[in-house]
């Protein structure tokens, strides 16, 4: 089992950046595949970003191809989310999540354990 804890949420203008951690304890975190999702106010959740358990192989949705990097670092239990360019659609809960599902999972059925989630808000 694994537990996720996400930081580095806030405000931040349009065409900035934030980075965004997730923490996970346990000690078998390099056994899933990770993955990032967002829910803005009144939509469905979406899926943002996933990476393979070494994080040699990345997937991401075309909204943010280009503008956010998924990285992971198994040494130290943590997945980033690395967002660049943000646009004000870019506002949402982000939440980072782990799955069983090999190589890697754009699914949210397909994830196991999900973080509390961290606030983003992109103004104009």
């Known amino acids: 089992q694994v537990q996720l804890v996400e930081s580095g949420g806030g405000l931040v203008q349009a065409g900035g950046s934030l980075r965004l951690s997730c923490a996970a304890s346990?000690?078998?975190?390099?056994?899933?595949?990770m993955g990032w999702f967002r829910q803005a106010p009144g939509k469905e959740r979406e899926f943002v970003a996933t990476?393979?358990?070494?994080?040699?192989?990345?997937t991401y949705a075309d909204s943010v191809k280009g503008r956010f990097t998924i990285s992971r670092d198994n040494t130290k239990n943590s997945v980033f989310l690395q967002m660049n360019s943000l646009k004000p659609e870019d506002t949402a809960v982000y939440y980072c999540?782990?799955?069983?599902?090999?190589?890697?999972?754009?699914?949210?059925?397909?994830?196991?354990?999900w973080g509390q989630g961290t606030q983003v808000t992109v103004s104009s």
């Open positions: 990476s393979t358990r070494s994080g040699g192989g990345v």
């Open positions: 346990g000690r078998t975190f390099s056994s899933y595949v």
């Open positions: 999540a782990a799955s069983h599902v090999f190589p890697w999972s754009v699914y949210e059925s397909e994830y196991d354990y």
